[in-house]
């Protein structure tokens, strides 16, 4: 049997690619997602970190605005944690499905009882 190629104008990168290659794709694809969503994640949390300690160091001795920042410094912290603890269960995860990269290949392999 023929397979056809993936053909789409909008991306060229998948010109040529077989549909045995589709699951590595869409692999890569999540992965690199993942990734992204994590690195902004990240900044992000960095990002609010650094305003809380600007929002403390111009607070003035103001009671409502240091406890303002300080809410601001724990929930960065708290973000900061639960991208970390979100990225370590997706592995936790993946390797429990034993979904596995190498070769350009997806490979999902259930969990069986026995």
Known sequence: MLQVGISNPVVSG?????QTQ???ILAKFFSGLIGL???????WAFVQL???AIQWIS?????ARLEAAQQKIMQ????????????????VLLRFLGV??????LNLKLPTLF
């Open 22 to 24: 589709a699951p590595g």
């Open 50 to 52: 650094l305003l809380g």
């Open 100 to 105: 596995t990269g190498a070769g350009g290949q």
């Open 59 to 63: 607070s003035g001795g103001d009671k």
């Open 76 to 91: 960065a912290i708290i973000g900061l944690f639960i991208v970390f603890a979100a990225w370590a269960i997706f592995l």
């Open 37 to 43: 969503l994590l690195v902004l994640g990240t900044i």
């Open 14 to 18: 998948l010109v040529g690619k077989t």
